[in-house]
Structures are given as structure tokens and as C-alpha cells.
């Protein structure tokens, strides 16, 4: 029984220093791996930074409703869907191995629990007072984390160029504002308005806000419908998020005919913007806009 013992062993000990060289250069191309090669984003900020840098991410969360609230960039078929945003699936998230694990700070799984599955990096989208702001840094921080900063840069040089580029486009609008909003049940809209993500650029669009009331942290107010019927001489943009039946039973209502916006043909229905995104988003709403009242007074 000795002698077997001592002759398994000796066994596993020459197939280990047989093998020694090829788990080594395993382990070599593991830790050779860009860190791009499988990286999840956990939510949709961290998506579209991604995106601007060009790298597209493995996995992400909640893609049905990335392709109904953000939509654009449009995510390839192939990208793996992990879940809610809130609560991802933790045991699909290990199963993938990511290289890196992206998430917005304060949201979803805490940053302990995600440690045990990867290096992971959280982003801001705001300090509560200009997002855009934020998105900027936090875009430069993720460039350097994942070896991206020639292309941060470019991508702001394009976005400041882009800005500049619109302003034209809305310089006969004179001081007419707008009010962004979108629907979230029959009795209530949700506004946009002065710290919000898309703030910095209507600023430099000469485009007014028309919410001047309070908002949260994120630039966003949920008020009730009735409260519209405040808003006099303004363009009203609505975005949509695949809420067409409950568009058409809002204005049906007495209260929705009655309001001024209504009455003087200043409403419009727009395509769905993500509202607490970075430059793309803001890109995005920048063409939406156009479209809209690009050029007219």
C-alpha cells in the first residue's frame, strides 16, 4: 500500500511539472486579456460611455428596455442579457467570467458584491447640479481604466464640435421656451428641467427651458397633469417610450384639450431620449430637437 502511495504521488508530481509550463502560459494569456475583451455594464450610463470610447460591451442589463428608453446607440444581437439593473443575475454574471464589471455608482448590487465576481469600476451621472459636467470626467476616468483616452479625447473634440455645429439651427427661435417632459401614468409627467443632463446644451443652443420649478437630484420632477395647464407660450416636447395607448387616453381628456400648448398646436410627440445619460444621449436629444424645431421660429 506504501509503495502505491508513493507511486501515485510521484505520478501526480511529474505530470504537474509536465504541465507546469502550459498552466503557466495560461495563465500568462489570462492576464494578457484586454480588459475590453468581456466587460458588462450593469447599467445604461456605463453602456453609452462604453460606446463613445468604442468598445462594445459583452454583456448588459435590461436590454429590452435599453431598446425602448435609450435606443440609440442600438446594441448588436449579440450582446448577453444579464438581467435587471437592479438585480442582475448574479450567477449568469459569474458563469461569463467578465474581464471588467462597469455599474452606475448608487444603483443595483452593491460594489461588495460585485467584487467577488470581477474588477469593476462604478460611474457617476451627476453631482446634482450639471451632468454633463460629470459625464465628461467620468468619460476621461473610464478611458484610462481601460486604455481609451486618444479616443475620449476625440470623441469630446467631436462632441464640442457637434454643439457648436447645431447652435445655427435654432438661432430663429427667439425666446420661445421649451418644456421637456414624458409621460408616466395618467395623471402625471415627469419634466426635465434646469440640472438635468440636457441643460448644458440647450445653453449653448439658446434654447430656454420652460420647467423653471423644482427638480431632484437628477434633473428630473414628477408633477401632476394638471400643472401643465401653467405652461402658456411654449413648445412642448413629449418623448415617447412605447406609451401610445396611454397617450391617446390622456388626450381625450377634457383637461388635456384645455391646455394652452394644446390649443395653439405646440405639442409635439419626439422619439424616446435617455435622460440620464452622457455626451451620446445628449447628442441625441440635440437631433430630436432639431427635428423638431430646427429652423423655425
Request: with cysteine; proline share 6%.
Amino acid at each position: 500500500m506504501r509503495d502505491f502511495t508513493f507511486s501515485f504521488s510521484r505520478r501526480r508530481l511529474l505530470t504537474a511539472m509536465a504541465l507546469s509550463p502550459l498552466l503557466w502560459q495560461m495563465q500568462k494569456a489570462r492576464a494578457a486579456e484586454p480588459v475590453t475583451e468581456r466587460v458588462v455594464a450593469l447599467e445604461w450610463l456605463p453602456v453609452e460611455q462604453l460606446l463613445a470610447l468604442g468598445v462594445t460591451p459583452y454583456a448588459v442589463a435590461d436590454i429590452p428596455n435599453y431598446n425602448l428608453w435609450v435606443n440609440d446607440p442600438k446594441l448588436p444581437a449579440s450582446v448577453i442579457d444579464v438581467g435587471l439593473r437592479t438585480e442582475p443575475n448574479m450567477e449568469l454574471l459569474t458563469a461569463i467570467k467578465p474581464t471588467l464589471l462597469i455599474w452606475s455608482s448608487g444603483y443595483g448590487p452593491s460594489q461588495e458584491q460585485l467584487s467577488r465576481i470581477a474588477p469593476g469600476v462604478g460611474i457617476a451621472f451627476t453631482d446634482g447640479k450639471a451632468p454633463l459636467d460629470m459625464a465628461r470626467k467620468s468619460l476621461m476616468q473610464l478611458a484610462s481604466r481601460i486604455d481609451r483616452e486618444q479616443a475620449a479625447r476625440h470623441h469630446l473634440a467631436q462632441f464640442d464640435n457637434f454643439l457648436q455645429q447645431m447652435k445655427p439651427r435654432f438661432a430663429a427661435r427667439g425666446e420661445r421656451p421649451v418644456v421637456l417632459m414624458t409621460l408616466i401614468d395618467a395623471r402625471h409627467v415627469l419634466l426635465i428641467g434646469q440640472n438635468s443632463l440636457f441643460q448644458q446644451a440647450m445653453d449653448v443652443l439658446g434654447v430656454r427651458n420652460g420647467w423653471a420649478g423644482e427638480t431632484n437630484f437628477w434633473g428630473s420632477a414628477i408633477v401632476g397633469m394638471e400643472q401643465l395647464a401653467a405652461i402658456k407660450d411654449a413648445d412642448v416636447l413629449c418623448f415617447e417610450h412605447g406609451d401610445e395607448p396611454l397617450m391617446g387616453q390622456i388626450a381625450a381628456t377634457p383637461l388635456w384639450q384645455a391646455m394652452p400648448f394644446i390649443r395653439n398646436q405646440r405639442f409635439q410627440r419626439v422619439p424616446a431620449v435617455w435622460f440620464y445619460g452622457a455626451t451620446l444621449s445628449t447628442m441625441r436629444f440635440c437631433r430630436v430637437l432639431d427635428n423638431a424645431l430646427g429652423g423655425r421660429a
